[in-house]
């Protein structure tokens, strides 16, 4: 009995702190003005405590405290109040001469450490020893950042390479979840003398996983115009790839046992290789590329042919270049798998790739995509992707079926007549 009445004390005990812990999260606001409970978005985190929600009120946050703002470990939130990100920006205000960024997390934050609907605009790093994140630098953590709009950041500099003119993320400790963003008009290295990877996001050593985002009208000078990622295990998933652009790997850079999966990569461009994707090590699952372009080769892809894996995938009109090209290192594996590669102006398959139509269930037909004149790349009831016509029975591509029958056009592929062919 004695023991019991222990027993009970303490599951007791624990109980009272559990709901105690729950009743003392707060919820604080910071406004514009400074004339909410904190002067700024800084000095609201430096003195909440884990588990607090910091809400942000309508309109433009600038200056000191509101910009370069450091999460210091804590598991808190800040979000703005709306939940609409295009009401409650952060305005870094930041320049060649005056670096400035969004937010920080370089002290271990983990994923209830949340940026939540919120703008973040005019970050400008301009120092290589600042390693880049025009809005957010993350290093050695692992933040959740969701529902934010990160357009018009840049990163430069003069005599060095600079990377992440949105977003760097740095470390093998860093596991970041970024998800429902739209990451756009970030540069990276553009103008003078500059040289820079990663438009919207780079990584380097992580393992970030990124879902639902749509990356848009990014640029840079050097590799991957909406990402580019080194050595690092990202995972992708249900993301849109837009008229990025850098001089390889327009829509992305991938490299280190990357999973890119129901991705769509549409009209980007590469001044020399990778239109759509520059990859090395890693897989393309159920993936659509369509209208991208690259000056040399591999208007849709380009790989060097290490262990990098195409399944399920649409590859079709690209305006320059071929579908795929394989370079370097003939001996490594490189695999399609139930892939339509179709209509690509410079051939579907080039350098050290055999044409792989009629093996392993890859198709050569027009996928008939329900109207790409409105981005609208779902299927029509008649297309080869769908699971009854193709020899894998599976869908190919990033989108099922959208409408009806369509009729097979026969006129000549150029981006224009391919938009016109489906109004």
């Known amino acids: 009995m004695k023991r019991t009445g222990i027993v009970f004390v303490v599951a007791t005990s624990l109980v009272w702190l559990a709901l105690s812990s729950t009743a003392s999260a707060t919820t604080h606001t910071v406004r514009p003005d400074g004339l909410g409970d ?99 630098y993350i290093n050695n953590a692992s933040p959740m950042i969701s529902g934010c709009v990160i357009t018009g950041n840049k990163t430069t500099t003069v005599n060095y390479q600079v990377e992440g003119g949105g977003i760097a993320i740095w470390g093998l400790g860093s596991t970041p979840v970024i998800e429902n963003c739209t990451i756009s008009e970030n540069t990276c290295g553009i103008g003078g003398p500059n040289i820079g990877s990663g438009g919207g996001i780079f990584c380097k050593d992580a393992a970030p996983t990124i879902t639902d985002c749509t990356i848009e009208d990014n640029a840079t000078r050097n590799n991957g115009g909406g990402v580019c990622f080194r050595q690092s295990a990202v995972v992708m998933l249900d993301c849109v790839f837009k008229r990025n652009e850098a001089s390889e790997g327009g829509g992305g ?38 209208g991208n372009s690259a000056g040399l080769h591999g208007g849709g892809a380009w790989t060097d042919q290490q262990n990098t894996t195409f399944s399920k995938t649409i590859i079709a009109f690209s305006t320059h270049g071929e579908g795929v090209f394989g370079a370097m290192d003939a001996g490594r594996d490189m695999v399609f798998l139930c892939c339509n590669v179709f209509d690509n102006e410079g051939g579907e398959y080039g350098g050290l790739i055999p044409d792989q139509t009629g093996t392993d269930g890859n198709i050569s037909e027009d996928p008939l995509f329900c109207d790409v004149y409105v981005d609208d790349f779902t299927l029509c009831e008649n297309s080869p992707c769908l699971s009854g016509g193709n020899p894998c029975t599976v869908q190919i591509g990033a989108y099922g079926q959208g409408c009806g029958e369509c009729e097979a056009p026969v006129e000549p592929a150029t981006w224009g007549t391919i938009k016109g062919r489906y109004r």
């Open 253 to 290: 850079s991938f490299n280190g046992n990357f999973i890119v999966e129901r991705c769509a990569f549409v009209a980007n461009v590469a001044d020399v290789v990778g239109g759509g994707a520059r990859a090395t090590d890693g897989l393309f699952l159920s993936c659509t590329f369509i």
């Open 38 to 136: 904190f002067d700024t978005i800084q000095a609201a985190i430096t003195a909440v405590s884990n588990a607090d929600v910091i809400e942000l009120t309508d309109g433009t946050f600038e200056g000191d405290g509101n910009r370069d703002v450091d999460f210091l470990g804590k598991a808190i939130t800040v979000r703005s109040q709306s939940g609409d990100p295009t009401l409650c920006t952060i305005d870094c205000g930041g320049s060649e001469l005056d670096s400035h960024r969004g937010f920080l997390f370089q002290s271990w934050e983990a994923t209830d450490s949340v940026l939540q609907d919120v703008t973040i605009t005019n970050g400008h790093i301009h120092n290589a020893n600042l390693m880049g994140g025009g809005a957010i």
